[in-house]
């Protein structure tokens, strides 16, 4: 079984950065897709940003585009994610999901995951 913790969350003003880590252990970590996932109060969770097994294709939703990056290091067994110019509709929780699948455009949906994180808060005063 794979376990995962996030790390980085924090209180950030608007226009501010955080990054967030995930801490992958127990199976191997490159054999897996990993995506970033956040659940505000009240509101569906939603899917933030994935990254393939190998790193070299990425995908993300429209809400982080230009803000977001995700990224890999398969030595550390860690998946990160870099969020720019933060909004306060960024406040949530970020959970971090790894998947066995192939098929990269599931990874939008949280179905698609097979183990996930406890999530870390991250919040965005105005």
């Known amino acids: 079984q794979v376990q995962l913790a996030e790390s980085g969350g924090g209180l950030v003003q608007a226009g501010g950065s955080l990054r967030l880590s995930c801490a992958a252990s127990?199976?191997?970590?490159?054999?897996?897709?990993m995506g970033w996932f956040r659940q505000a109060p009240g509101k569906e969770r939603e899917f933030v940003a994935a990254?393939?097994?190998?790193?070299?294709?990425?995908y993300y939703a429209d809400s982080g585009k230009g803000r977001f990056t995700i990224s890999r290091d398969n030595a550390k067994n860690t998946v990160y994610l870099q969020m720019n110019s933060l909004k306060p509709e960024d406040t949530a929780v970020y959970y971090c999901?790894?998947?066995?699948?192939?098929?990269?455009?599931?990874?939008?949906?949280?179905?698609?995951?097979?183990?996930w994180g406890q999530g870390t808060q991250v919040t965005v005063s105005s």
């Open positions: 990254i393939s097994w190998g790193g070299g294709r990425v």
């Open positions: 127990g199976r191997t970590f490159s054999s897996y897709a």
């Open positions: 999901a790894a998947s066995e699948t192939s098929y990269y455009y599931t990874l939008t949906r949280g179905s698609a995951y097979d183990y």
